[in-house]
């Protein structure tokens, strides 16, 4: 009866679980661009959408519209999925309209006079470093940088709202306003169709103190505007300053340009990746893991060989004169100090690796394209979510070795105790946005759906999976448990447990040291990175690893009769996420120069390297634990024991 109970209660829980995922379908949470190209007639209009205002300087983003801007007839926001709310980016539609391969020169947008806060505003924005970004066709604004006729074009994303300085030799600083933009939108033309598609799309923003005569209305034709010259600034002397009373007419020009750019690489310029680097990175990587598994090889295969040969003979001789890793081998499955939180972390670190290799394959197939915003973020919660199950099984299959019994805590410990220590430092910084005034950061209604697809989700597959996993019989151990453990005798400053741990880590991490740098370079300082083959590689590299070094370490402290090896198996390779953090620290002050100093930026910058320091701990020390968990048995399963 009560078996039936409980499987009544798991169909039902799976039921709602599935029935949740199709909800959060048909709302479009998870909603993924059309990643098809766009063809476009001369007669198609093209329009520029807006995005967040983003500064190097505070880090803290803010819409658009958040600065007195031109608006369009109807402000209008563009659908956006999960992930790209989580980061904060929403888009919207903008004034900036082109006819497709129809230049203009000197649109006027609209014209505007500062008052006291809106001088304060955009006076703000520029002290800061504030980048405007813009949208064609899915393409990021770019500007060209020229720094010499023998130096290639590189880019950024983005134009500064305006600048500081002074332009007539005054020692007093002004403020000045980019306030005509002269794009350049280059096109691949079909010769067949004569369609186009847009595969470039740049700007060179100017400060232009506009003239006119008499009263200012819809006819009014601006002195500063030459109909036949490309750009509208060649006939202005002045900058546009920013003051209180100032008028500023923003204006554009837009030119077309045909490329040899083919419409599957128009994303090159963006994504810019040192491939050199990158295969030094991967080559010496594989040099380490040739190096560990030599010494597996060499040191534990062949020396566990012969100790299970030496220990086979003496097997009829006194037990008191076993040595080494045999003599604690009825002590070595004995259960670890706080086993329920030692598989509660055994199984968050289940649901992240299970996370981890399904968004790699997805992105071999170009799911993760630069162009499908958010969708890396999307993705990666949705796996993670649907991974709960997995997570669940693993803790409970881990607390039956152990003989416990209450499965039911385990699991919903499994589901609750890493995400709420993760959603607790997000929603703390979310916080912390808001008390900034930074418009972007998440409101209630988004933080409902993380904690929907939490708690409505992955806690209810956590127990499913859970309940499965405890009614699998247990694994028995190789050998009989002692129900009083020895006592360890006194270790070797050399095989200290502390100094071990921290040597296991340094090799995890160097193989993500190259793949980390890069990460962090995209993350804070707004540039693309793609996830490609070379992520694939070192993620397998890495998982390998994690897996010899921590099988070296605990047979060298088996070897010293230390038994104690549940713990310090998941430290050993999870002490990575130590030195994650050290370089983190490390790149945050010799990058970030004098914003360093800045109380937002560290806080910012701590708490999201806080949380991907603790995922990588959990994601680390369950490779290795599951490692020396196969090792473990497989050596005690080997020699003839009484």
Request: hydrophobic share 45%; with cysteine; glycine share 6%.
């Amino acid at each position: 009866m009560e078996l039936r109970r409980t499987s009544n209660a798991v169909l039902i829980t799976t039921v709602i679980s599935v029935f949740l995922l199709l909800l959060v379908h048909r709302f479009d949470f998870f909603n993924l661009l059309d990643l098809n190209p766009r063809e476009y007639s001369k007669e198609d209009l093209l329009e520029v959408k807006v995005k967040t205002l983003t500064s190097l300087t505070t880090q803290l983003p803010y819409p658009y519209y958040s600065l007195p801007y031109c608006l369009p007839p109807n402000l209008v926001n563009s659908t956006v999925n999960l992930g790209e709310i989580l980061h904060g980016d929403p888009i919207q539609n903008s004034p900036y309209l082109f006819r497709m391969r129809e230049p203009q020169t000197c649109n006027v947008v609209c014209r505007l006079t500062l008052d006291a806060k809106t001088a304060k505003e955009f006076k703000e924005k520029v002290e800061n470093d504030y980048r405007v970004n813009m949208i064609l066709d899915n393409l990021p604004l770019l500007v060209p940088i020229h720094i010499s006729i023998w130096e290639p074009v590189f880019y950024r994303l983005g134009f500064h709202v305006g600048l500081k300085g002074s332009y007539d030799g005054g020692k007093e600083k002004k403020y000045f306003i980019y306030n005509h933009l002269a794009f350049t939108v280059k096109y691949h033309k079909d010769l067949q169709t004569d369609l186009s598609m847009i595969v470039g799309f740049e700007v060179k923003p100017f400060s232009v103190q506009h003239e006119y005569e008499g009263i200012w209305n819809e006819k009014t034709l601006l002195k500063t505007c030459d109909p036949n010259a490309k750009q509208t600034v060649m006939n202005s002397n002045s900058l546009q300053e920013v003051e209180e009373k100032k008028e500023i007419i923003f204006t554009y020009d837009v030119e077309f340009q045909e490329s040899d750019t083919k419409w599957t690489s128009r994303w090159d310029v963006y994504v810019h990746r040192d491939n050199q680097l990158h295969w030094f990175s991967v080559i010496s990587s594989l040099t380490i893991v040739l190096f560990l598994s030599g010494m597996i090889a060499m040191i534990i295969l062949r020396t566990v060989y012969t100790d299970v040969s030496k220990y086979n003979e003496l097997e009829n001789k006194d037990k008191d004169e076993e040595t080494g890793w045999k003599v604690v081998h009825r002590d070595v499955f004995w259960p670890p100090s706080n086993p329920d939180i030692f598989c509660v972390c055994v199984g968050s670190g289940v649901q992240l690796l299970g996370t981890i290799p399904v968004t790699l394959m997805l992105a071999i197939l170009g799911i993760f394209s630069p162009s499908n915003r958010g969708g890396l973020r999307t993705t990666m919660l949705l796996i993670w979510v649907s991974m709960g199950y997995f997570a669940g099984y693993a803790s409970t299959r881990l607390h039956k070795i152990f003989g416990g019994s209450e499965w039911k805590k385990i699991a919903l410990w499994t589901a609750l105790v890493f995400p709420s220590i993760i959603l607790t430092i997000f929603f703390g910084l979310n916080m912390f946005m808001l008390s900034q005034t930074s418009p972007v950061a998440m409101l209630g209604g988004t933080m409902n759906v993380l904690v929907f697809l939490w708690l409505g989700i992955s806690v209810p597959l956590a127990f499913i999976g859970g309940y499965f996993g405890f009614k699998k019989p247990a694994i028995e151990d190789p050998v009989v448990t002692k129900k009083v453990p020895r006592q360890i005798p006194e270790q070797s400053w050399y095989v200290n447990s502390f100094l071990l741990i921290l040597v296991g880590g340094v090799f995890p991490f160097v193989i993500i040291f190259v793949e980390f740098f890069y990460a962090l370079i995209s993350t804070w300082f707004h540039e693309f990175y793609s996830i490609s083959a070379f992520h694939i590689l070192v993620f397998i590299v890495f998982f390998i690893t994690c897996a010899e070094v921590t099988i070296v370490l605990c047979y060298v402290k088996l070897r010293s009769e230390d038994y104690l090896w549940w713990w310090r198996s998941y430290f050993t390779s999870g002490a990575s996420a130590l030195y994650l953090f050290l370089y983190a620290t490390f790149f945050f002050f010799t990058k970030f120069g004098s914003t360093s100093m800045i109380t937002g930026i560290r806080i910012l910058y701590f708490g999201y390297m806080l949380i991907a320091s603790l995922t990588f701990f959990v994601l680390s020390g369950t490779i290795g634990f599951y490692a020396c968990f196969w090792f473990t048995r497989l050596i005690y399963s080997s020699p003839k024991i009484d």
